[in-house]
């Protein structure tokens, strides 16, 4: 890629390399064939630095469309084949930024749930998450929300409502602090010793699952939590009859069961809005 910085005027000819690494690291079944597209983009402003970058795009599939124009002096409609912007299957930008570290990229890649198409994250572009205050306040915040929902309820025989409540306390802890530290964090959102140590084994787990290094220490991300802010929001549905949005104390929810076995929620509050 960085032939390509240094000398634009090699683009066609990097281009068949980099075609050439793509089908090599294609797997022989259950990846599809397309259309690969290289291009050179100019003047890019990124995180307030002007750059440039490299686009390289595969398109799985193209679509009829329709195109009206005149001809000798009639109006016709021809039916052409093309590549619609909004399905394009695989593609990434490739920003001349942060070479020691193998320059900076984002990606798409719509098929990334199927496991027959890794291929295009991990053995052609070989991407790996910036670790940054950014990349760092998103996983922990994924994280907090994964062990809330898949370790607490087993452990610790939590109901929705304690989940509720630890979420909030995570979202209070990312929007009024500055910095984070992993103790203080886990002391504060899950109050319990054993949660603490349970959590802090999960994160451990989590970390080695996405080869992301999670620091104890970082600067939060205004960007990062905004960006997560659905994470935050709990709901506790209750059959099909009532959701209710937990937004705060947890004190003033209480679950119980009646003489004939029916479940209930009593809520307290100050002023109906």
């Keep these: 890629m960085a032939n390509i910085f240094d000398d634009p005027r090699s683009l066609h000819e990097q281009s068949v390399h980099i075609g050439r690494q793509l089908y090599d690291k294609t797997p022989q079944e259950g990846a599809r064939p397309g259309y690969l597209m290289v291009s050179y983009l100019t003047n890019l402003l990124i995180d307030d630095e002007m750059c440039h970058a490299v686009s390289i795009i595969k398109v799985e599939s193209n679509d009829s469309f329709f195109q009206i124009g005149e001809e000798g002096g009639q109006r016709n409609i021809w039916q052409l084949q093309g590549i619609p912007a909004s399905k394009i299957d695989k593609g990434c930008l490739i920003f001349d930024l942060d070479r020691e570290e193998g320059f900076r990229i984002v990606n798409i890649d719509q098929s990334q749930k199927n496991k027959d198409s890794l291929y295009w994250r991990n053995d052609f572009l070989k991407l790996t998450p910036r670790h940054d205050e950014y990349h760092q306040t998103r996983h922990y915040i994924q994280a907090t929300k994964q062990f809330i929902q898949e370790r607490m309820p087993k452990e610790f025989e939590t109901d929705k409502a304690d989940e509720s409540a630890a979420m909030q306390r995570s979202y209070d802890y990312f929007s009024k602090n500055d910095q984070f530290q992993a103790q203080e964090y886990a002391v504060r959102v899950f109050e319990n010793d054993k949660v603490v140590d349970a959590f802090k084994e999960y994160t451990d787990e989590y970390s080695r699952g996405k080869s992301m290094p999670l620091d104890d220490v970082f600067d939060i991300s205004e960007s990062a939590v905004r ?35 029916k479940k209930y929620y009593i809520l307290y509050y100050d002023t109906e809005m």
């Design 227 to 261: 960006k997560q802010s659905k994470v935050f929001k709990s709901i506790i549905k209750l059959d099909k009859n009532f959701h209710i949005y937990v937004h705060g104390d947890r004190n003033k929810i209480l679950k119980g069961t009646d003489e004939e076995g």
